[in-house]
């Protein structure tokens, strides 16, 4: 059961990246999937989660982030991604994504302690 974590890189403000979220061993559909962020100098923080587990989507948006990020799943690539459009320097740190089978934290799935499987990390950089 692993998690990875891809797309990441340097962008200039304004510009846009796609991080991916791969699943292997698991099905990432039957689970809640989130993106945190760990700014310099700052703990990790939750960006995005969305849970479509049993049926029905729901998702969360840092105020942050509204109106310019978009998770979505892709469960014939067995992925999360995480469109990060408008981006702005204060985007820019180390993203992590996490799953997990049942969130019951709210808003939904902001709580980093809950999930069980994590990717390694991919920088994202972005200069003014």
């Known amino acids: 059961v692993q998690l990875q974590a891809s797309g990441g890189g340097s962008v200039q403000s304004g510009e846009s990246l796609r991080l991916s979220c791969t699943a292997s061993?698991?099905?990432?559909?039957?689970?809640?999937v989130a993106w945190f962020r760990r700014a310099p100098g700052k703990e990790r923080e939750a960006i995005s989660c969305?849970?479509?587990?049993?049926?029905?989507?729901?998702?969360f948006y840092a105020d942050s982030v509204k109106g310019r990020f978009t998770l979505s799943g892709d469960n014939a690539k067995n992925t999360g991604d995480l469109q990060m459009n408008s981006l702005k320097p204060e985007d820019a740190g180390v993203y992590y994504c996490?799953?997990?089978?049942?969130?019951?934290?709210?808003?939904?799935?902001?709580?980093?302690?809950?999930?069980?499987?994590w990717g390694q990390g991919t920088q994202v950089t972005v200069s003014s």
């Open positions: 969305i849970d479509d587990s049993d049926g029905y989507s729901q998702y």
């Open positions: 996490a799953a997990e089978r049942t969130i019951m934290s709210a808003p939904l799935g902001t709580s980093l302690y809950e999930y069980d499987y």
């Open positions: 061993g698991f099905t990432l559909g039957d689970y809640a």
